[in-house]
């Protein structure tokens, strides 16, 4: 029997849709390339803006260096570590050294901690000073006058 129930009388066939197609017209077309020129340039942007593509260029302004030094008789323990040659071992060392002896008069005081020899002291002589508000070119001798002392 054909004529099966839920079949409207058509048999097993149903409506196909082959080769039916909706016409496109050409203002269609515009406005789908529209959305798909609309969309590219939104990814395109998107993307750009994540890579920096707009970002502003860094410039290096020349200009005179900036002195800052380190007071020997204020720096914590984490600023000596900071200064070349250092590290964590020889700064608690500075620190130890400064609470037993009170504070350093001259940097050739730092010839007495341990580890620190007379060519470290020639290479933290640009970096540090002594006592508040001074620039170190006063406070903290040469490496010429610290080597003539020895």
Known sequence: MRGAAGDAGGGDRGPR??????????????????????????VLLRWGWRAGWWAPEARVVQGPPREYRIDLNQALRAELALLPGIGEVKAARIVAYRQEHGPFRSAED???VEGVSQSLLSRLLPYVRLGPGTTGQEDVPSSSEVSSSQ
């Open 17 to 42: 849709d082959v080769g039916s197609r909706v016409p496109v017209r050409r203002e269609h077309l515009w406005l789908l390339w529209g959305v798909a020129v609309a969309l590219l340039v939104s």
């Open 110 to 112: 730092l010839l007495a």
